[in-house]
């Protein structure tokens, strides 16, 4: 019963972690191909038209650095200008503190706190991009930086007829990455009305424009990605700027209305369609994560009936504490089968060896023998050895798994006749001798759980409990990615999780029949008196001999030690002089007793370190062998620049 409430928490735990790890995948995670990163998370743009038709602006750019750089990199596009002038960059560090950069010279270049710039020029008049070019020199680490760069823009307002006109790409398409938070301030000469100001903007669909007053507007946008722009367009009265150069005699205003309307009836078009496409992903997206919950559901009303009809141990008519007698007289490693739900472990070579002695069909004996030493001179140690009894009963009434094991120890790893228990362990150092013991060891398990199967400890249901859980695996596996292409929702990933925990439970469905479960609550019970058989009642215990097979099976129920140690309290020293004892035989006095604690340390010790030794030495060998205002709209009004950008280096 334990042993099913442990196998409940184990499967309550992976059900938890399998939604854990689903929510981990589903929330949104940054990531980064680099060491180090930047991002941009906010951009001011403030601009001061000025009456002589040219504009001051100031842009106040906010890195967060990941990472160590050596500064930053400013392309400013100037076309359609009369040049730039009055430049000027200062840093802003995160304690406030505000520093100039100075312009590079012969004498510190490339040096912290300066910048090096240049104009490059790109295309045919009169469609040239001029580019300047800025690279400020300013360290950074693991930290927050603002970089405000101030320039003036000669003639930048055109002036017609009937209106002023200020059209510029404000934001620059080639940047390295996303620009967060974007505010675009402008401002007019006094002298005009609000009613008298209109605004447009154009690029990203998200952004917005408003007209604060007759002198101000601000055109806002959440983020641009690399190689999208921002323009921003403001017409004004003519009289704002009475002294522009940039003159152009014709009236300006209808055609540009028009241009605009049609601009704005283009965006207006892609927000329907982007409407009415994220109304198709969010009913999509409701419908597959609405499948998913439904599908989730199903599984756990699944699971429980699969649980409780295939894999659920039932409950045993058995309660008491203590059983004073063996259940059954099977071998011990067809025990060990029934406890740990089919597996067999290290134990039970052990356990099956020393039942082989008692049953006769070997002999335990000490031995002199040699222990070579690398450094040190060779040294006599006393062994223990096991041999083939000359006198040994019929072999037909061995089990399969009992004549493979003499076969394995007596004939491969001992001479034919006897092996050195202190052997085994240098048996299995060469990879070759390893891969032949791991071999050896799987077909004695094997063995030993087909002679298992023979006595109906499991219910042979079970792997029809297996065959519809790997059905519906393979089900879930298949619907998740369908969902998850179809309708688009990553919730279809707890449908992936669940596939992939479905089918691992499968491999571990398996359930003992009642005989099975009541045997199982008899072993348990007997492990329990085993344990505590010297503060039991007296009456009743039984005799050296039936000692010695009990304490063949303590081996395997991993009690073995308190056996031993117990014994000598309940048994005299004359009955181990009883004629019918094997391996127990003239181990009466307490010091003689200890050597026999010793031999069986030394025999599950040797036994256990060489499979384990040749686990590794196995499993060594395969890995190294394998060794691989409103709304913008969309276009362009025809503004100046837009071919700038930025980054970090």
Known sequence: MNNSKQRIKTLFVCILLTVFCSSLIVSEVDTFADNRSYEIYEYTINVAVNTDGSADIEEIIRYDFHGSF??????IDFSRTDGITNFRIYVINMDGSFNEIIPSSENNESKDGTYTDYIAEYGISPYSETIAKYKVYEKSYNERKTFVYQYRFNNVVTKYDDIAEFNRKIVDSNWDVPLNNITINITLPRGASKEEIKVFGHGSLLGESEIINGQKVVFTVPYVMPGEMVETLVLFPTHLVPEAMQIVSKEAL????ENERTLAEEANEQREVARRELEREQTFNIIGTALVGFLTVLWVALFIYVYNKYDKELESDF???YYRELPENYTPAEMSCLMSM???????ITATLMDLVRKRYLILTTERVVKKRLILQDKQIESYAVSINPNAPSSA????????LIEWF???LGDGNTIILDNISDYTKSERNATKFCKDYRSFSDLATKEAEKLNFFDKSSDKGKFIIRIAAIMYFIIAFVILFIFETSWALILLFISIFTFIYSVTINKRTRYGNEQKAKWTAFRNFLKDFSRLDKAGLPSIVIWEHYLVYAI???????VIKQLPLVISEYDYNDGNLTFLSGYGSSIVFTDFTHVLDSTISSVTNAIDNAMNVANSTLSSSSGSGGGFSGGSSGGGGGGGGGGAF
Do not use: M
């Open 254 to 257: 209808p055609g540009i209305l």
């Open 342 to 348: 089919g597996h067999i472990n290290t134990k039970d």
């Open 397 to 404: 009434y061995l089990k399969r798994h009992e004549e493979f």
């Open 70 to 75: 050596n500064g930053v990199y400013r392309d």
């Open 319 to 321: 309660k008491q504490k």
């Open 410 to 412: 007596i004939h491969r």
């Open 556 to 562: 395997s129920l991993g009690v073995a030690k308190e």
